[in-house]
């Protein structure tokens, strides 16, 4: 606790998804040219990430079921700030 006051930590995630691998490779150079920067990490060979700001972060994937399709999420998580 900090104060008395538990602590709180919310990210937010947006994803965009692509059909193959090759489309990933492609989507990458135009989102660098976008966002101005390359992916701040590459979790695995098939995602791409860029944290937009401190806590928030933008990732496209090689998820063909899902081509095309946007999502986001907000996972909120509470504890014992230290």
């Not at 692509?18 to 701040?40: D, F, T």
């Not at 994937?61 to 700030?81: K, Y």
């Amino acid at each position: 606790m900090v104060g008395g006051k538990v602590g709180w930590l919310i990210m937010e995630w947006g994803s965009c998804s692509v059909s193959q691998w090759e489309s990933l490779r492609c989507r990458v150079g135009w989102y660098e040219r976008l966002l101005g920067s390359e992916p701040a990490f590459q979790s695995n060979a098939a995602e791409a990430v860029w944290e937009r700001a401190e806590h928030r972060y933008l990732y496209i994937e090689e998820l063909p079921e899902r081509a095309g399709h946007a999502r986001d999420r907000t996972p909120v998580s509470s504890g014992t700030a230290t």
